[in-house]
């Protein structure tokens, strides 16, 4: 693993953190130039990275993110800032679902949430926070019009990267409705002929630059 975070003492108290639970961290930058260098040299499993980073202080980690997506696909990228950067954050969701995350500093209230998102992102799966969907779909609400209140309420729970039982488990209803409701806007939103988890992500996400 890889962290980077221009505040030196959040990313030595992260760094300790993800040691003291287990994960092997190869690298740990202040910069997106570095952070580039470091992946480069190990190519991890997985990133963690701020969006605002020096030397201008404002989307530089989130620009480095998107070169390493472009460079080495198989390293997932977990995005923790207090920022949405809403231009290259869509790109980076859209550009290839799976490894990916993007959690807001000031809402991750406990540990392990932010652990849980790391183990998912670092086993190909997604990990947002609700509010960088909410923020992103703002943008192109549009396209989701054709969906009912109750598959829209799915389709968040999706971006967030849970599965079909977690989803049925937070709405109170069994997992077959939960599976009628995803196939229902896969159909609505086109997306019934894409294959494997991405679509999940797809969904929500492959609309963003309309």
């Known amino acids: 693993m890889i962290l980077a975070e221009d505040s030196t003492l959040l990313r030595e108290g992260l760094s300790r953190l993800l040691v003291e639970?287990?994960?092997?961290?190869?690298?740990s930058v202040g910069d997106a130039q570095a952070l580039l260098d470091a992946v480069a040299a190990h190519v991890p499993d997985v990133v963690v990275t701020d969006v605002r980073m020096p030397p201008t202080n404002s989307?530089?980690?989130?620009k480095a993110a998107l070169e390493i997506r472009r460079r080495h696909p198989g390293v997932g990228v977990l995005v923790l800032s207090q920022y949405v950067e809403q231009r290259y954050a869509v790109d980076l969701l859209t550009g290839h679902a799976e490894g990916v995350g993007y959690l807001l500093k000031d809402r991750v209230v406990q540990v392990e949430e932010f652990l849980d998102a790391l183990r998912r992102v670092g086993a190909g799966g997604a990990a947002f926070d609700p509010e960088v969907v909410r923020r992103l779909l703002a943008r192109s609400a549009h396209p989701l019009d054709v969906l009912t209140a109750r598959e829209r309420e799915v389709l968040a729970h999706m971006a967030e990267g849970h599965t079909n039982n977690a989803i049925a488990a937070k709405l109170h209803v069994s997992r077959s409705a939960v599976e009628k409701h995803v196939n229902s806007i896969f159909d609505k939103l086109r997306l019934s002929d894409v294959d494997g988890y991405s679509r999940r992500i797809l969904a929500i996400l492959r609309y963003l630059r309309a």
Request: charged share 35%.
């Open 21 to 27: 639970e287990g994960h092997d961290v190869v690298a």
């Open 59 to 62: 989307d530089e980690g989130l």
